[in-house]
């Protein structure tokens, strides 16, 4: 029984300086390995969506008026094209209309569930490309309620999944 305790004892020791020493050795500095990771860094792909402007005020706007609208501009200033997926936004009173190099309107994209499934919009836009989002903003949608300060956000997602969000703001007056 005392042999069998000694055994147990040696093994479980062994067995934690064994994982002493194997963490150890990734944690030992390695001229080469830093070279590479190095190498790694300088040629990462930068894949995003950018703009120089996300956020636009509207200030006040009167209900009575109608619509208000602004555009953000969207660039690809990475060194590979990239797949803009889908557009959405935060609130069915707001939509986005990707304009197109010829001039067209590709759209309106809203947010996901109202009036149905959200429309893809699979359009690459090229290294150095740079393509523009006209945000549509209806202060009627909410009617007499939606009077006061309003905050909406639009969703431009890449086919890797990264997202480039853009806002709106407003104060609503009848």
Known sequence: MKNKKVMVWILVVAGILGLFLLGGKSQIPNAQNEEIKL?????????KLETTEAFYDFGTISMKNGNVSTTFNVSNSSNQDINLK???TSCMCTVAYLLKQDGDKKGPYGMPGHGGLA???????TTGETRNIEVVYDPNAHGPAGVGMVDRFIYLEDGEGEVLQLEIKATVTP
């Not at 190498?39 to 894949?47: A, D, L, M, P, Q």
């Open 39 to 47: 190498e790694n860094e300088s040629t990462k792909i930068e894949n």
């Open 86 to 88: 889908s557009i959405t």
């Open 119 to 125: 429309p893809k919009v699979n359009e690459i836009i």
